[in-house]
């Protein structure tokens, strides 16, 4: 039977980062091996190129701090809530420690 992964918003997130950054890293490598090429066109190609290349850079600078801040916010969040109703956060925890108890139980 196949395993299917489930992909949350951060994960997704995370492989788009990591993918963005790694066309970058072969775009830059490119313009380094074309450094010493004539011509017009290539010059041209390579101008666009490095432009839109510190465009990437900068929107995924922006990505991961706006990721960094949702996540801060909502660490802080769930930290108020856990203070303001402890006995309600201690009865979800043990609910859920319960239920992962007797799935891996069946095993």
Known sequence: MAKTTVQTPASVTDKFVADLKGVAADAEELLKLTAGQAGDKIADVRGRLSDRLGTVRDQLAQMEADVLEKGKE??????????????????????????????????
Not at 94 to 106: C, D, H, K, P, S
């Open 74 to 107: 909502v660490a802080r969040v769930t930290d108020q809530y856990v203070h303001d109703n402890p006995w309600t956060s201690i009865g979800a925890t043990a609910g859920v420690a319960f239920l992962l108890g007797l799935l891996i139980g069946r095993r």
